[in-house]
């Protein structure tokens, strides 16, 4: 059972920072998509940013929505089986709920929520103006 843990959710001041993280356990994985999605109060789940890695190449790559392009890096720790999203010049807009999901199957990246099979609790951000 894969279960997500997300953290580091918080109250920020505009043009401050955070770090999330989201930390895998129950299993390893030798590939995987993962996603960080947000949700503000009557809205739909959006995509924020994504990364596919595969240990067979090595390979890694983000993807970004143009909204936080500039502002948020996604990165990984392998070995500690965390991503994080480091939040850069944060927005009163950015204020959601974020959401880190996983999917195994795939390295393939989707914006689409229903693509990713495990998610994590979410986690709180609010930005202040």
């Known amino acids: 059972q894969v279960q997500l843990v997300e953290s580091g959710g918080g109250l920020v001041q505009a043009g401050g920072s955070l770090r999330l993280s989201c930390a895998a356990s129950g299993r390893t994985f030798s590939s995987y998509a993962m996603g960080w999605f947000r949700q503000a109060p009557g809205k739909e789940r959006e995509f924020v940013v994504g990364?596919?890695?595969?240990?067979?190449?090595?390979?890694?790559?983000?993807y970004y929505a143009d909204s936080v392009k500039g502002r948020f890096t996604i990165s990984r720790d392998n070995a500690k089986n965390t991503v994080y999203l480091q939040m850069n010049s944060l927005k009163p807009e950015d204020t959601a709920v974020y959401y880190c999901?996983?999917?195994?199957?795939?390295?393939?990246?989707?914006?689409?929520?229903?693509?990713?099979?495990?998610w994590g609790q979410g986690t709180q951000v609010t930005v202040s103006s």
């Open positions: 990364l596919r890695w595969s240990r067979s190449s090595t390979y890694s790559s983000t």
């Open positions: 999901a996983l999917r195994t199957t795939t390295v393939v990246v989707s914006s689409i929520p229903a693509d990713y099979r495990y």
